[in-house]
């Protein structure tokens, strides 16, 4: 079975903390993909990362960092000192090769407070 | 990344009606997906539309409900038939990148049925 397990439903920080959000995938196929999406209030989905199965490299890109662990079936991702904007519901995605089509965790609420 | 028009971007209906909504891509791709956002939840796959064929429906979804055309390589529409305040919801569409292992989405259609 595909599934995205997104732990916290909801997280509110002050301004300037930094916020870990959590994510486990399961999926049988040895070839997948991760993703994150940020979806602000006015309900589009942007794209913020793609991880393939095979390279555990962790990223980083500005605030945003990503720690992907095949070991612990994890793909985290860190904002460090966080700000208002971005207040949002983040989405983590799996996308197994062999079920070519997207699979999406429950979704975070991270509210941003001044 | 591809760039995806989705259009209206919000609209009002009444019970009973039908509403469709238009989804262009500004590239050629075989696979296009229509989701489902319902209030405070998380995106379901709707179906996937193959241009040249039947589109694809998942569980729980049927043809006469969301028919879907995909006309050409670059342009979808999905149909929300007889609606109901039950289909109040964002309806997003997505397609692929180039490599075929990420997804990019539309802005987003929040339908509200009164």
């Known amino acids: 079975a595909q599934k995205v397990t997104q732990a916290q439903t909801e997280i509110s920080v002050v301004e300037k903390e930094d916020v870990t959000l959590d994510c486990v995938y399961e999926t049988r196929d040895t070839t997948y993909y991760l993703f994150w999406y940020k979806q602000p209030p006015s309900g589009e989905l942007v794209f913020l990362i793609r991880r393939n199965s095979f390279d555990e490299q962790n990223e980083i890109s500005g605030r945003y960092s990503w720690n992907f662990q095949k070991s612990t079936s994890s793909f985290n991702f860190t904002i460090t000192a966080s700000q208002v904007v971005d207040s949002a519901v983040y989405f983590c995605a799996l996308f197994p090769v062999g079920a070519q089509k997207l699979v999406f965790g429950q979704g975070t609420r991270l509210t941003i407070n001044p | 990344s591809a760039v995806i028009s989705q259009k209206p971007s919000r609209d009002i209906c009444q019970r009973g009606t039908s509403l469709t909504i238009q989804c262009q891509v500004d590239s050629q791709v075989t696979m296009m997906f229509w989701y489902r956002q319902q209030p405070g939840q998380s995106l379901t796959l709707i179906a996937t539309?193959?241009?040249?064929?039947?589109?694809?429906?998942e569980s729980g979804f049927v043809i006469d409900k969301f028919p879907i055309s995909r006309p050409n390589l670059t342009f979808s529409t999905l149909t929300v038939s007889n609606m109901s305040p039950e289909d109040s919801s964002i309806y997003l569409c997505?397609?692929?990148?180039?490599?075929?292992?990420?997804?990019?989405f539309g802005q987003g259609t929040r339908l509200t049925v009164v």
């Open positions: 997505s397609a692929p990148g180039q490599l075929n292992t990420e997804a990019f």
């Open positions: 539309a193959n241009q040249g064929s039947e589109a694809t429906y």
